[in-house]
């Protein structure tokens, strides 16, 4: 088979993106929405309900301390936040995966995922908002410099528990013990520092058609996790280009460059929050104090934090694309240009991809280029190769 035929025969149908753009257009109003309600929702309680809740918690014989009602302010909210939300999630995240063929789920299996997504979510919520009401209250303005510091060290070890203690609460997760596919892979590795801890299969065909991969954890818990989906559905060789590209993210540095850009924002964001938080309370307070801010405050809080990560989200996808094109460009340069247009013209048909968005859409809430500007840029390298 020549290799333009081999090319064409991975390529959507002029049916498959119909129903690709289709898809994209429902997700991207239902991010819209999804936002909107959001911001409505938490911008209401922020400067509406957050003091009149604060004060009924307050009034209440088992609040006896700033923790407890911190800790309540921020549970009530966050359970009102995902019954608000619960609408558009379960179109989102049921009715649309269903509607395009790309769910397995049982209304059922989809609701107990949902749950312990609340839970781990609602506790970490819970646990990091009001340990950032404390920080404020009992340090001062020395809560910048620490929120950061603390900011990085939790970034990292939620990086090494991911693999291990919190993706396997949703997936089942095996070491992959294809050898043919594990020596092709451990070339790929060879010239490089990269050093797993192995290469996993995650079992996502129970749930979804949909095919995905990723290289995450750190030291001892850094590993490739490969979806069944992918095992299945891939080539060899596309599956090595699949993980040449992870590779590349590694050579390359990326999560190391990420690092100094987080902690600039997180410096710049942290600075303005403690000026929102001045402003707001010169509203209620004669003369401003860190230790007399009464636990609602952090609603408010949220709600700011919420609104400058949105600000900030189109220059970290901006520098998340950039990153991306770097790793496809290590992955064409050891896999080939065929492999690799094969690989994501089958991750595109499998995942109902568009592969020409909106170039709003893509500034604004895409962290990976678009499908087909990638598979232009391996025909170009295709074509200046030959």
Known sequence: MSEPEQTSQTEQTPEQLEEARQYDRAQLKLTLIDKAVDFLFLGVMAFVF?????????????????????LAIVAIVFALHMIVSLPISFYGGFVLEHKFNLSKLTFGA??????KLWILTGLMECALMTGLFLLIVYTGVWWIPLSILIFFVLNFVLGMLLPVLILPLFYKIDRVDNETLLAGLKRLTEPTTLTLEGVYKMNMSDETVKANAMLTGFGKTRRVILGDTLLTNFEQDEIETVFAHEIGHHVHAHLWKMIPLSLVFSLIAFA??????????????ESFSYAALQPWIIIPIEFFFMTIFSLYEPFNNAVSRHFER???????????????????SRLATLN????NPPRWEVIWFDSH???????????????SRQ
Do not use: N
């Open 50 to 70: 957050a003091k009149p809740l604060g004060d009924w918690i307050a009034g209440q014989s088992w609040a006896t301390t700033a923790t407890l009602q911190a």
């Open 369 to 383: 280029p678009p499908i087909g500007e990638r598979i232009a840029m391996a025909k170009e390298a295709r074509g």
């Open 326 to 344: 770097q790793a496809d460009a290590y992955a064409l340069e050891h896999c080939g240009a065929d492999a690799y247009t094969r690989a994501f």
């Open 352 to 355: 109902k991809a568009d592969p």
């Open 272 to 285: 303005l929050c403690d000026l929102f938080i001045r402003g707001l309370s010169a509203q209620y307070m």
């Open 110 to 115: 989809w609701l107990w995922k949902k749950v």
